[in-house]
């Protein structure tokens, strides 16, 4: 196996880009890192500091200082912690300081897989393999509500699919990085897949890119 390799998912929300992120690492025995999550992790520690969320230059001071190993998925999870990561993640300071950590984080050996919004197109341009992860709105509003449904809670298919066409429209629309394959990039359509499927399909493309190191 090659001694280095960098794994670049991107796609929007509820496309399966996590789950199968997560699965590629195992799999391969690399790091793995929700970049999401980096920015939820920095809302979460301005909101246990009792801090301002619309101070960039303080948000980024944070930002700086964020320890990317060990990041909760459940504990980051909360929604008030989301809305308060959408605050800060539009701050150009921010994002700067937490690519740079991203960055860092993807040199890590034996291999890194990075999942986000621009994974391929910002943080790692240079990454060997790179997917595009998407889905139909419908289906990826469908998919939330069953995973909250799952959770015992209730919720509303329309306002799912209301919400997940505004976080495309934010995600795609916005002037620093916005949401968009990278131009080699892999597009996996996963509207009609199942997560198995899906990852096979991943793997067959990391594998060759391995083989060509």
């Known amino acids: 196996m090659a001694e280095h390799i960098i794994i670049a998912i991107d796609g929007p929300a509820a496309a399966g880009k996590g789950t199968l992120s997560r699965l590629i690492a195992d799999r391969y025995g690399f790091h793995h ?40 998925r459940d504990v980051l999870a909360v929604h008030e912690i989301g809305e308060a990561a959408s605050r800060i993640a539009v701050m150009p300071a921010v994002r700067r300081a937490l690519v740079e950590a991203q960055q860092a984080f993807s ?10 919004r621009d994974i391929g197109t910002v943080v790692c341009p240079a990454a060997p393999v790179k997917l595009y992860v998407t889905a139909s709105p419908a289906v990826r509003a469908r998919r939330r509500l069953e995973e909250i449904l799952s959770r015992g809670e209730q919720a509303d298919f329309d306002a799912i699919f209301a919400d997940v066409q505004r976080r495309d429209a934010r995600d795609m629309g916005r002037a620093d990085s916005p949401l968009r ?10 509207s009609e897949m199942s997560i198995e499927a899906a990852f096979q399909a991943a793997r067959e493309i990391i594998d060759a890119a391995l083989k060509m190191k």
């Open 107 to 116: 040199r890590r050996a034996p291999g890194t897989v990075l999942d986000g």
């Open 33 to 72: 890192l929700d970049t999401g999550l980096t920015y939820r992790a920095t809302a979460k520690a301005l909101l246990d500091q009792g801090l301002p969320l619309d101070d960039e230059a303080l948000a980024a001071d944070v930002a700086h200082r964020l320890e990317l190993s060990g990041l909760d």
């Open 181 to 190: 394959p990278a131009a080699d990039a892999h597009l996996l359509d996963t």
